[in-house]
């Protein structure tokens, strides 16, 4: 494998990050993720990745994690080729889970959000290399509307040196001066906002952003691809497209009727606008709070074959009867090193967090506790759910 230049850190990583990072090298470094993987990894993995572009340089980050480097990028498909992976095009999963158990794990790699940085800086890479990839697309942004929320938070409380309770929604002020006190704020408002409703989010954001004097229309145009940059994209065989919903809706926050019409119809205006077939989808946000079975079902009644969520794991047999709800392995840009991806490959950090999390029920049974999946949220950022963050 290239050896990797560590990228710059502005602001000292958080303890969570300092403690996914530890366990990524006492991983590597005795060597679990060898002798391990014969038994913690699945049949295939699928990654999820949002941004791909250069560094930027700047001291206030909370969505550093959905961003990665283009060298990174290369770092990943030479891990892959490494670890012994056969990238395969999404719609090959369900079949590679019917067959029998061959020698090489697959990989399958997915876009969310439709990012115009991934057409400029990963598709080179990827059209290079020849490997198959998916491109998960919100229409409404390709539309140039929608609301990239989580970036607006950004930079309303980048610019912001405090925020009155009236405009936050909170009991007490906020101060957001410096990166440490802008970072604390942004996970206060981030967890309240996500413990109420969509459209109270996308109201308190907006004014927030309009407040610090953020240009909201213009985020979107600014990040993501429209449809013209999609459809040269879909010249290409080897990219395949997914739905990522209309409106990036957080789906179960929404009602069942506006939830189905989320889910069937993007698939329905995708397709028309790409000229492609879209047959998947990435469910926006993606963890246990934004997409569940009542999501899944409805996926599947959609006629999609696959959709993919941002529970983290590998996929294994025991998805096969579960196409529309994968785990996927998201490529956190706070932990772009060798270890976390030799990690992450060989299937050892989500064993060990099931065993972990298995421990804690054990040692502390819930009342009312059914034994259904529930991952502890991080809290700390949009689509956020892997417990690396
Ligand atoms: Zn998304």
């Not at 930027?56 to 990028?73: C, D, G, S, W, Y």
């Not at 926050?253 to 993007?266: D, L």
């Not at 932990?335 to 991806?341: D, I, P, S, V």
Request: proline share 8%; net charge neutral.
């Amino acid at each position: 494998m290239a050896s990797l230049d560590p990228p710059p850190e502005p602001a000292p990583p958080s303890w969570n990050h300092r403690f996914y990072a530890a366990g990524f090298q006492a991983i590597v470094g005795l060597a679990a993720h060898r002798w391990l993987a014969p038994l913690a990894r699945g049949r295939g993995i699928v990654l999820a990745f949002h941004h791909v572009r250069p560094w930027r340089k700047e001291a206030f980050t909370p969505n550093r994690f959905l961003e990665i480097t283009p060298a990174f990028l290369e770092e990943i498909l030479d891990a892959l080729d490494g670890e012994g992976f056969e990238v395969v095009p999404l719609s090959d999963v369900p079949g590679r889970l019917a067959a029998p158990r061959t020698g090489r794990p697959f990989a399958a790699l997915t876009f969310d959000d439709g990012y115009r940085d991934v057409i400029e800086h990963a598709w080179p890479i990827l059209a290079r290399r020849g490997v198959p990839w998916a491109m998960f697309v919100t229409g409404d942004f390709a539309d140039g509307r929608g609301r990239l929320w989580w970036r607006e938070l950004e930079l309303a409380v980048a610019r912001l040196d405090g925020i009155a309770p009236e405009a936050s929604g909170l009991e007490t002020w906020l101060d957001t001066c410096g990166p440490a006190a802008k970072a604390r704020a942004y996970r206060v408002l981030y967890g309240a906002m996500m413990r109420g409703t969509e459209d109270a989010l996308l109201d308190r954001t907006r004014r927030l952003a309009e407040a610090a004097g953020v240009d909201v229309a213009g985020i979107v145009p600014t990040l993501c691809a429209d449809w013209d940059e999609l459809r040269r994209l879909a010249a290409d065989p080897s990219v395949t497209f997914g739905s990522h919903t209309l409106s990036h809706a957080i789906l179960a926050k929404r009602g069942t009727a506006e939830a189905r019409t989320e889910i069937a119809e993007s698939r329905k205006a995708i397709a028309d606008r790409l000229g492609r077939p879209v047959d998947h989808i990435a469910y926006p946000l993606g963890g246990p709070r934004e997409a569940g079975p009542r999501e899944f079902s409805m996926a599947r009644d959609s006629g999609y074959a696959i959709g993919l969520t941002t529970r983290p794991g590998h996929v294994g047999a025991r998805h096969r009867s579960a196409p529309t709800a994968l785990p996927r392995v998201s490529m956190n840009g706070h932990h772009q090193t060798g270890a976390a991806l030799l990690s992450l490959l060989s299937g050892v950090p989500f064993v060990a967090h099931d065993i972990a999390r298995a421990a804690r029920r054990a040692a502390a049974p819930r009342a009312g506790d059914t034994g259904t999946h529930r991952e502890t949220s991080t809290g700390i950022g949009a689509e956020a759910e892997t417990p690396w963050t």
